[in-house]
């Protein structure tokens, strides 16, 4: 059963940036792409970036204008997400996940394992 537990959450200004870690425990974590979402509230989960398990394609979602980029470190078993230009529309609770296949997904259903959230709070 793989565990992933997210860190670096907290309040930042806008225009900073700030770096998510979700580090992995319990599994194959190097096997498999890597995603994340957010969730704000009184809104659905948003998918925001992703990147496949050996770090050849990354892939984030055009609405955010392609400040969120996702990174992986496989000898560490540890997922990042960095994030530039930072709003407070991006104030949300973010999620990493871990697919059970190699290639990135979009879609929530595709990833098996969740970790707790982080929050991030933008303030302007």
């Known amino acids: 059963q793989v565990q992933l537990v997210e860190s670096g959450g907290g309040v930042v200004q806008a225009g900073n940036s700030l770096r998510l870690s979700c580090k992995a425990s319990?599994?194959?974590?190097?096997?498999?792409?890597v995603g994340w979402f957010r969730q704000a509230p009184g809104k659905e989960r948003e998918f925001v970036a992703a990147i496949n398990w050996n770090s050849a394609t990354t892939f984030s979602s055009p609405s955010l204008g392609r400040r969120f980029t996702a990174t992986r470190d496989n000898a560490a078993s540890t997922g990042y997400l960095q994030m530039n230009a930072l709003k407070p529309e991006d104030t949300a609770v973010y999620y990493c996940a871990l697919s059970d296949t190699r290639g990135i997904a979009s879609p929530p259903e595709r990833y098996k394992y969740w970790g707790q959230g982080a929050q991030v709070t933008v303030s302007s």
């Open positions: 319990g599994g194959e974590f190097s096997q498999y792409a």
